[in-house]
């Protein structure tokens, strides 16, 4: 998607060769018409599929399963990291191990929500160990659903997330994908322009 390419050549922050900081326009401070735009890719996309469902994980992919979901016209779900006391016990879950934090959580989805009728589309923002989508994937399993594929808006090409993804039966799409990056630069696959951010500065978060 060369929109979100630009963006992320323009506004990324490349803070290492597996960090890129993406907050200011897409995961803590969002740019709206660009998820929109997002979400309508996604749906041109997977849009041949009968999607009953989105799912994602709270809280960073939220905005662009909403997004995905209203081009489709279909409901969106997300996992939550922590049990609500609103939540029953009636709960699809799965352990997931987030890079970022290095921290180990449980993901739960309502049972009322996710059953062996869906057909699910799961969105999410980045694609780096897969760590996530995967969790993700044996939530659809324990429902009985069927997984008709995922969307990442980043993918980190240079990690194994699409390796676990494809070895588990996924079909994987990303909008943009990394094939490497340093400080200074970022080269997406199939596509050898190089970003210099000129005068930006590259501070640490």
């Keep these: 998607m060369k929109l979100l390419q630009e963006r992320i050549r ?15 326009f897409l995961n803590h401070q969002v740019d709206t018409q660009l998820a929109l735009e997002i979400g309508k890719e996604f749906a041109r996309i997977f849009g041949d599929q009968p999607i009953t469902k989105v799912l994602t994980i709270e809280a960073s992919g939220i905005q662009f399963a909403m997004a995905t979901a209203i081009a489709l016209g279909v409901p969106f779900i997300y996992a939550k990291k922590k049990k609500a006391v609103t939540l029953s016990e009636n709960v699809f879950s799965a352990s997931v191990h987030s890079f970022t934090r290095q921290e ?26 897969g760590a996530a989508l995967a969790g993700l994937v044996d939530i659809v399993k324990e429902a009985g659903a069927e997984l008709l594929g995922a969307g990442c808006v980043i993918e980190k090409s240079f990690q194994e997330g699409r390796s676990l993804l494809e070895k588990m039966g996924v079909r994987v799409h990303s909008l ?23 005068s930006k500065e590259i501070v640490e978060c």
Excluded at 186 to 198: G, K, Q, S, T
């Design 10 to 24: 323009q506004d990324g922050l490349i803070l290492s060769d597996k960090v890129l900081k993406v907050d200011s």
């Design 104 to 129: 180990t959580y449980q993901i739960s989805v309502s049972q009322k929500y996710l059953d062996p009728s869906d057909k699910v589309l799961i969105i999410d923002d980045f694609l780096a160990t």
């Design 176 to 198: 943009a994908r990394i094939a490497s990056m340093a400080p200074g630069e970022i080269h997406f696959v199939e596509d050898d322009i190089l970003f210099n951010p000129h």
